[in-house]
């Protein structure tokens, strides 16, 4: 039984999967309200059907109202790592997003900034 168990150990050693139902954050640990809905982190990167989380301001080191975390239908992280790779393709002189491309690289612009 114990050789069985290692080598299940062995065959799953590099995953890293991770599932919550139902998430709310009430003023959590890093000072965040919010909640986040059917969510799955896979390899460290979270993906979320439906999640908001947003930061009061204090007066100290927050003087706004600041969202930390949104995802909507498991699009957020693509979205972010599309806009990502686009701002270092202007940034190094690559080639601009024209069309469709350069109306959703303004809009990620404004969402993520």
Known sequence: ???ILRKIEMKTIKWNLKFN??????????????????????????????SFEFRLPN???????QIT???LFYISTPFWKWFDDKSENVLWG???PTGIQ?????IADKIFK
Do not use: Q
């Open 69 to 71: 975390n949104w995802d």
């Open 21 to 50: 139902l139902l998430d709310i954050y009430l003023h959590d640990g890093d000072h965040v309200w919010g909640f986040s809905f059917c969510e799955v982190i896979k390899n460290y990167t979270t993906y979320s059907l439906l």
């Open 1 to 3: 039984m114990n050789k």
């Open 94 to 96: 690559g080639p601009k």
């Open 102 to 106: 350069g109306i959703l690289y303004r």
């Open 59 to 65: 007066g100290a080191e927050r003087k706004v109202f």
